[in-house]
């Protein structure tokens, strides 16, 4: 009945591949990436990531729009969020955005201040570059 074929991603899975945003850091601007990144501090920009996990922790802070196959978040989103494969919120997840999803799974307590957009398999759009970031290249 319930489909348990597909594992989640871990940040375990991106070992050697994992970047950490440290709780009291600020990093301000885009991130583009391959791998993991773990968001314990506070992130004002965009994360890009053609495949790979996003990680916001309880702590965790990221205004800007999260673009990646694998996201869990239990911490401060100010944005949309785009996973194209998996979303995860936790019991302490807050979301000021539209959230664009494969598959979520939501615990009880998550806040969502947004739309719920639910991506079809075979949308390869969803991790394109937006227009505004295609320019500056």
Same mark, same amino acid.
């Given at each position: 009945?319930?489909?348990?074929?597909?594992?989640?991603?871990?940040?375990?899975?991106?070992?050697?591949?994992?970047?950490?945003?440290?709780?009291?850091?600020?990093?301000?601007?885009?991130?583009?990436?391959?791998?993991?990144?773990?968001?314990?501090?506070?992130?004002?920009?965009?994360?890009?990531?053609?495949?790979?996990?996003?990680?916001?922790?309880?702590?965790?802070?990221?205004?800007?729009?999260?673009?990646?196959?694998?996201?869990? %978040?239990?911490?401060?989103?100010?944005?949309?969020?785009?996973?194209?494969?998996?979303?995860?919120?936790?019991?302490?997840?807050?979301?000021?955005?539209? %959230?664009?999803?494969?598959?979520?799974?939501?615990?009880?307590?998550?806040?969502?201040?947004?739309?719920?957009?639910?991506?079809?398999?075979?949308?390869?759009?969803?991790?394109?570059?937006?227009?505004?970031?295609?320019?500056?290249?």
């Amino acid at each position: 009945m319930w489909n348990k074929a597909k594992p989640k991603a871990d940040i375990q899975k991106f070992s050697g591949r994992t970047s950490v945003i440290a709780a009291g850091a600020e990093l301000i601007g885009d991130m583009r990436f391959q791998g993991a990144v773990q968001v314990d501090g506070r992130l004002s920009g965009n994360l890009l990531a053609t495949e790979g996990l996003v990680r916001v922790s309880v702590e965790g802070q990221v205004q800007g729009e999260i673009r990646a196959p694998h996201v869990i %978040l239990d911490g401060e989103v100010i944005g949309d969020v785009y996973a194209s494969e998996h979303l995860e919120l936790g019991a302490r997840a807050r979301v000021r955005g539209n %959230l664009h999803y494969g598959l979520m799974e939501m615990a009880m307590g998550a806040q969502i201040e947004g739309r719920l957009c639910h991506v079809k398999d075979g949308t390869p759009r969803i991790l394109e570059l937006p227009a505004s970031l295609e320019a500056d290249q």
